[in-house]
Each structure stands twice: as C-alpha cells, then as structure tokens.
C-alpha cells in the first residue's frame, strides 16, 4: 500500500521567514504533485515534478524531488500572508499516471503579519 | 478554456435519500477520478474510469456508485446518505499516457446531510 507522509502538519510562521514542507512517499514512483488549498475551496496545482531531480519554482515556492530518497520538498521563501493554505503532496503509482493520486494528509500553513 | 465542471456547487439532501453528483470534462481526458474530502482531511480516491472500465478502491463503500455514459460526463451517486458522508466531493480527470499534463480538478461539490 502506497504511504505518503508529510511533515509539518501544521506550521506557523512569521511573514519574511524561510521554511520548507517534507513530504516522504514508499512507492518506487517518480512523478509526485503539490497542491494548494484554500478554504473550502478545491485543489489547485502548483507543482508537477516528473523525474529525479526535478526542481521547479513559482514565485516565494520551489518544489525539488528525490526518487531515490523518495523525499519531495516544498520550501518558502521570504513568505507572505497570501500563502496561508492548505498544501498537501501526492504520488500516483502506475506507470501511465492512470490509477489516481494517493495524498499526504496536508500542511496547514499560517502566515502571520 | 478547458476545463472541469461540477454540478452543482453546494448540495444539501436528508439522510437516507439517495443523491446525485455530476462532473462534465472539455479536456477529452480518458481517466475521470472521484475523489472524497471530509472535513481538516486529505482527499480520498473513491474510483475512476479509465474510459469506459470502471475502477473501484477495495474500501470505497458499497454505498457508492458511479455512472461514465460518455467520454465528457461522470456521476457519483450515493444511494442512502448517511451524516458521515458529509465533505467535499473533487471530480479530477487526467490523460493517461501523458504525464505532464498531471491531474484536472473540478472546483469540487459540498455536500451536506440533514
């Protein structure tokens, strides 16, 4: 059975700070996504990471992957209040991306002024 | 723009009464996904179609049904609500195949059991 655990679950922090998410998986998988939620609200893609090494970056986020280690990292950079949200990491297993995403179970992140 | 629709956006049914929720896709994705969410919880794979082969996870359920009648549209139907079926219920679509393009959601549909 596919395990994917994130850590912090949840996180405050103060506004200018650095901090990073971990999300380690056990599948042998080399595609891992991050995603973004906000209230009551659906999941919006930040991060496709397809192969080993993989790093990307959007704005105050960076997302890099490990397949080897099986470890993704979300880091901050300098954050804002707007990043306050849920940010939950998540693997698929098959080979042709078909059989769905299994999920971290999120970090709940606080911005403070 | 391509996209993910799902209908409606707040849904509000008595317990017991059976329920339906629908999902239309403009991407021409061949997998559509359900997923649950209950509430300060991660989403949860219910099943999916990889077109018209329907996929159910070993602990989704009996309660919970689903219907693809055509590339474009998929429902999720649960028979007899119970107040644990209470959450947010994401439709998701992806192309298998084509790993980049990663997963579509829907902006998901809340649903209450009074």
């Known amino acids: 059975e596919l395990k994917v655990e994130q850590n912090p679950l949840f996180l405050s922090m103060q506004e200018g700070k650095n901090y990073t998410i971990y999300c380690n998986y056990s599948?042998?998988?080399?595609?891992l996504y991050w995603y973004r939620q906000d209230p009551g609200k659906s999941l919006e893609s930040l991060f496709v990471?397809?192969?080993?090494?993989a790093v990307k970056q959007e704005g105050r986020l960076m997302a890099s992957l490990d397949t080897k280690a099986r470890l993704s990292t979300l880091h901050i950079t300098a954050a804002v209040h707007d990043l306050s949200a849920t940010y939950f990491c998540a693997v698929d297993e098959a080979g042709g991306g078909a059989d769905g995403l299994t999920f971290g179970k999120g970090t709940h992140l606080i911005i403070q002024p | 723009d391509a996209m993910v629709i799902q209908n409606p956006r707040y849904q509000v049914t008595q317990f017991g009464k059976p329920v339906t929720l629908s999902c239309s896709q403009t991407l021409n994705h061949n997998v559509m996904y359900w997923y649950q969410q209950k509430s300060s919880q991660a989403p949860k794979l219910l099943f999916h179609y990889y077109d018209k082969d329907f996929n159910n996870e070993a602990d989704t359920p009996d309660n919970f049904q689903s219907r693809r009648p055509n590339t474009s549209f998929c429902f999720l139907d649960i028979r007899s609500p119970g107040l644990g079926d209470a959450a947010m219920y994401l439709c998701?679509?992806?192309?298998?195949?084509?790993?980049?393009?990663?997963?579509?959601f829907g902006s998901g549909t809340r649903l209450t059991v009074v």
């Open positions: 599948t042998t998988s080399d595609r």
């Open positions: 998701a679509t992806s192309r298998a195949g084509k790993l980049s393009a990663g997963y579509t």
């Open positions: 990471l397809l192969s080993n090494g």
